[in-house]
């Protein structure tokens, strides 16, 4: 995951590029570059390192300019050095910045060589640039070279090209990775996210697959993968410089629940095409790595630890590997034993929870095979101490109560999941099978968050309540948990999750009139079981609301209580789509009982003292 930003101004660039840079760190910060095309010569600044790293060298050695490419990386070819940080160059003629992964990029780089073209980094990108620099040889100008250099690619890009030789300009395109085309006066600019160019434009073009623009200072060219031109809306953007802002949402949860779409299409953005994960997503040579995985553990605290607990489901039922998950502050103060070629899995929204980078660092002597971190902050401890890394990509998020952050943990375990599942000789058709569910699931996700009234309205049989039992089976128990969570964490009800099995050992005798029973029951081989466990509930009188797959038969018949039915899509993603009505179940009680729904009462975002 890169970030790139380009720019063409009548003003120096410089700071436009360092600033976009800044606003897209959390897509890569173990390098950064920018480079200044003056119709003469390129002039670049690259080091290893984060944003501030460059900002640091450009006060040393200053560049300037008004036309220029920038970017920031997170490195799965090569390891992050300065030679390997973009932008990449073919002698002082072409320069490139890239977000995504070239799958051909042996093979390219063996027939560049052959042409007489030398390689300086470790990269696959630098064929990119080798590439068109082959296409101006051969007298095309320099978006006809880069649509010829594309021809040639397989894999995931966005790019940004520029040339001395054609001076003012720079050619983006983009198949598999996001790119945009900011509107300015008298400016123009290419970016991986709308953010980075917030605070110079709001006017901008979403280039779809396949596109290729060309901008200059005054001018913006779009055109098709066959070079033909082709018409894309401006649309402005709703994004305030300060991406932090509630907006129109009462609530900054409430904000956090509707960009869940959003999050998890960006956290699978650049690693699914057509039906199939790319390669090294979680850094270099781990296709390698992860085929000697013989046990996983993972360690996480609260809302992290659910999602791995569904973990441990897809990965015994899918991948066929043994699987421990434990509250990282009981795992770092006991004996453990961990098993020979263990990968060592901790989730974290912060990437600063105390307990968890105990856990890791104490891992790290007892023999594990790699740390795997999963974590939304690139920044944190956890990402820089960690082997292997997926970030998650749920942008800031600010309500005290984790609900984007939870779910694209949940994809990003997923993708994890799937490859280990892969590599351990899953049917190559279940296995397309379940990546196209899971590029599925940020429509799924939509389509729930369009019930939310009708959400609102259960939410009223809750306001004066003081307990609440989630109960669910299978991979969804872990999602029950979750749901009591986040409805205690807000509203203040006293709520527990339960295997709905476990009713009969317990907590059984706690239902009477006075507590609502809420229950997930997607259609799957557990569901004729849940609903015994249901008629357990309604024969002491219990008050049931139960989230229930579209295609589950599943009815109250007069009973105190109401079924809500869901399209929860595939088995696989199920847990996660059945996640958004209890959080909006929670945010709605919460809201209803006049609670602090941001900051509730004695909590913290970020737990970084035991």
């Known amino acids: 995951m890169c970030g790139i930003v380009a720019a063409c101004a009548q003003r120096d660039v410089v700071p436009l590029l360092v600033e976009g840079l800044r606003a897209l760190e959390y897509r890569g910060y173990d390098s950064a570059g920018v480079l200044i095309e003056d119709g003469a010569s390129l002039r670049r600044a690259r080091t290893a390192g984060k944003v501030r790293e460059l900002e640091a060298l450009l006060a040393r050695e200053p560049l300037s300019g008004h036309t220029g490419i920038a970017h920031t990386r997170w490195a799965t070819h090569g390891v992050p050095n300065t030679t390997n940080a973009h932008p990449h160059t073919s002698g002082d003629v072409v320069a490139v910045v890239h977000n995504g992964i070239i799958e051909n990029h042996d093979e390219l780089r063996e027939e560049l060589r052959a042409a007489g073209f030398q390689f300086d980094s470790d990269t696959d990108s630098e064929v990119i640039a080798h590439l068109v620099h082959a296409g101006l040889r051969g007298n095309l100008d320099l978006r006809d070279a880069v649509l ?75 055109f098709g993968a066959d070079g033909a031109p082709v018409e894309r809306p401006v649309k402005l953007s709703e994004l305030t410089a300060d991406a932090v802002e509630r907006g129109d949402y009462r609530h900054y949860m409430l904000k956090e629940i509707h960009e869940q779409p959003r999050a998890i299409a960006e956290t699978l953005e650049s690693r699914l095409v057509a039906d199939r994960i790319l390669p090294n997503i979680f850094g270099t040579d781990t296709q390698r790595l992860l085929s000697q995985v013989k046990f996983v553990q993972i360690v996480a605290c609260g809302t992290s630890y659910h999602a791995g607990l569904v973990a441990r489901y897809w990965l015994e039922a899918l991948a066929g590997i043994p699987c421990a998950v434990e509250v990282a502050s009981e795992y770092r103060y006991r004996d453990t034993v961990m098993p020979p070629d263990t990968l060592f899995v901790a989730i974290s929204q912060s990437g600063e929870t105390a307990d968890t980078l105990a856990a890791l660092r104490q891992s790290r002597d007892r023999g594990q095979l790699a740390a795997f971190a999963v974590c939304n902050v690139p920044e944190s401890s956890l990402v820089r101490e960690s082997d292997l890394v997926l970030m998650t990509r749920a942008g800031p998020e600010i309500g005290v109560a984790s609900t984007k952050a939870f779910t694209t943990q949940l994809t990003a375990l997923a993708l994890l999941v799937l490859e280990l599942a892969r590599v351990n000789g899953l049917d190559p058709q279940r296995y397309a099978e379940l990546v ?137 993603i199920a847990p996660i789509v059945f996640t958004i009505p209890l959080q909006l179940l929670a945010y709605h009680v919460a809201v209803l009982r006049g609670t602090d729904v941001d900051q509730p009462r004695n909590l913290a975002k970020s737990v970084t003292v035991e």
Request: aromatic share 6%.
């Open 436 to 572: 196209n569910d899971l590029a599925s699931l940020p429509r799924v996700v939509a389509d729930v968050l369009a019930l939310e009234d009708d959400i609102a309205a259960l939410a009223e049989h809750f306001v004066n309540k003081d307990h609440a039992l989630f109960l669910g089976r299978g991979s969804h128990y872990p999602i029950a948990l979750e749901g009591a969570l986040k409805l205690k964490e807000i509203s203040y009800i006293h709520a527990e999750g339960y295997p709905a099995g476990e009713l009969k050992h317990g907590p059984l005798a706690l239902v009477d009139e006075a507590m609502p029973v809420i229950a997930v029951a997607p259609n799957n081989q557990l569901l004729e079981k849940l609903k015994s466990n249901l008629e357990e509930v309604r024969a002491r009188g219990g008050e049931l609301f139960v989230f229930a797959d579209r295609d589950a038969p599943v009815s109250l018949n007069g009973t105190r209580g109401q079924v809500l039915h869901i399209s929860a899509g595939s088995d696989f």
């Open 148 to 222: 010829a250099a594309l021809q040639r690619l397989r894999g995931a890009y966005a790019i940004a090209v520029v040339s001395s030789r054609d001076p003012g300009r720079v050619v983006g395109a983009r198949q598999g990775s996001p790119l945009v085309v900011g509107l300015g006066e008298g400016e123009n600019f290419l970016a991986s996210d709308v953010q980075a160019l917030i605070r110079s434009t709001r006017r901008f073009i979403f280039l779809e697959e396949g596109d290729v623009a060309e901008i200059n200072r005054d001018q913006v060219q779009v």
